[in-house]
């Protein structure tokens, strides 16, 4: 699946579950396997790539941890931040101790504040641009499923490119989550309602399948397939306490 003209590969999340994370640490080890250079995207201020990169230099010990945790993006009650994530960054930290050539990449290009057109533009600005920066490197990201998406943005008008569409086509391949429900962290329900930071029931759509990422562009449109857990979803709580509500 990882051949050489493959550049960009996106997950589209249903953010605050253990299960999906863990499923982009799989894909992190494949994609270091392939002997290139792997740039693994988090959907984060890029304020937060100082710290980023500290952790990565770091033992991972108590203080490494508390000085990761004190970057701002920690301080958000939603789930793009939670043990789950902590555990991906700790995977692409051993990994990077271990002397492989694994960096990590904020590419949230704003502090979160609603979706727009120039925060998708500017999301795969900064994975182009690491992507140039390293000759036959591979960028993994893991992002909100909208945004990963070939398709328009349509629940806002006018409808607009997501970052899947703006990324070159041919060396892009994007997944979306299977939906087997279970459940996740957030701050509001499925159906939108804000019922406070805790985890929320997700809904089943699907069957659980095997665990792993295939291709399958009759899955789910807009994306090149699908990724799997092999379960039910789990919530992952925070990572950090004293958090705010997202904006």
């Given at each position: 699946m990882i051949t050489a003209d493959v550049a960009y590969l996106l997950f589209g999340e249903y953010h605050g579950t253990?299960?999906?994370?863990?499923?982009?640490?799989?894909?992190?080890?494949?994609?270091?396997?392939?002997?290139?250079?792997?740039?693994?995207?988090?959907?984060?201020?890029?304020?937060?790539?100082?710290?980023?990169?500290?952790?990565?230099?770091?033992?991972?010990?108590?203080?490494?941890?508390?000085?990761?945790?004190?970057?701002?993006?920690?301080?958000?009650?939603?789930?793009?931040?939670?043990?789950?994530?902590?555990?991906?960054?700790?995977?692409?930290?051993?990994?990077?101790?271990?002397g492989r050539d694994v960096t990590l990449l904020a590419f949230d290009p704003v502090s979160i504040s609603g979706t727009s057109a120039e925060r998708e533009a500017g999301m795969a600005r900064l994975?182009?641009?690491?992507?140039?920066?390293?000759?036959?490197?591979?960028?993994?990201?893991?992002?909100g499923v909208g945004h990963a998406g070939k398709t328009r943005w349509t629940s806002y008008g006018p409808p607009f490119d997501a970052l899947g569409a703006l990324l070159p086509g041919e060396k892009v391949l994007t997944f979306a989550f299977v939906r087997p429900g279970g459940s996740y962290w957030g701050c509001q329900s499925p159906e939108g309602k804000r019922e406070g930071c805790k985890p929320y029931a997700m809904p089943v759509r699907e069957p659980v399948a095997p665990r792993g990422?295939?291709?399958?562009?009759?899955?789910?449109?807009?994306?090149?397939?699908?990724?799997?857990?092999?379960?039910?979803y789990t919530a992952s709580g925070p990572a950090k306490g004293d958090r705010t509500l997202p904006k």
């Amino acid at each position: 699946m990882i051949t050489a003209d493959v550049a960009y590969l996106l997950f589209g999340e249903y953010h605050g579950t253990v299960e999906m994370p863990g499923v982009v640490a799989d894909a992190l080890c494949s994609g270091l396997a392939t002997r290139r250079p792997v740039i693994l995207g988090i959907e984060m201020d890029q304020v937060n790539q100082p710290s980023l990169d500290a952790w990565l230099a770091s033992d991972g010990g108590t203080d490494a941890r508390a000085a990761l945790l004190a970057a701002p993006a920690w301080s958000e009650a939603g789930g793009r931040t939670t043990e789950a994530i902590l555990g991906l960054l700790d995977s692409a930290r051993r990994l990077a101790r271990a002397g492989r050539d694994v960096t990590l990449l904020a590419f949230d290009p704003v502090s979160i504040s609603g979706t727009s057109a120039e925060r998708e533009a500017g999301m795969a600005r900064l994975l182009r641009v690491a992507v140039e920066r390293r000759p036959n490197s591979l960028a993994i990201a893991l992002t909100g499923v909208g945004h990963a998406g070939k398709t328009r943005w349509t629940s806002y008008g006018p409808p607009f490119d997501a970052l899947g569409a703006l990324l070159p086509g041919e060396k892009v391949l994007t997944f979306a989550f299977v939906r087997p429900g279970g459940s996740y962290w957030g701050c509001q329900s499925p159906e939108g309602k804000r019922e406070g930071c805790k985890p929320y029931a997700m809904p089943v759509r699907e069957p659980v399948a095997p665990r792993g990422v295939r291709r399958d562009s009759t899955a789910r449109e807009g994306f090149d397939g699908i990724y799997s857990a092999g379960t039910a979803y789990t919530a992952s709580g925070p990572a950090k306490g004293d958090r705010t509500l997202p904006k």
